[in-house]
């Protein structure tokens, strides 16, 4: 079980690094076919290292380090109650039970 996680977890990052590239590799395309710069076009991945700071920046969004703590925070701050997922738990809860009582009833 955990090697099939291992390679699930493990193609899925490849899948995500592969579209990334893609993206980057059209919007190359896309510069060399209008055959000069246009500032509304970003960069699909772009790294940037400045005295021992190091910004990413996703589809010209720019994403550091300080900004995901921050969002963690906040979250934690906020500890928000999600209706879909504890609507969810409680189904896959009551389908459990119910399969197991049913299976117990089979069984005897």
Known sequence: M????????????????????????????????????DPNFHQAVSLNDTDNHISASILGNDISSHDIEAKKKKLEEISAYNFFSSMGKKMSDGISNASENLIQKITK
């Open 2 to 37: 955990k090697l099939f996680m291992l390679k699930s977890v493990g193609i899925a990052a490849l899948m995500l690094i592969s579209v990334l590239t893609g993206m980057q590799l059209a919007n190359n395309g896309i510069h060399k076919m209008k055959g000069y710069d």
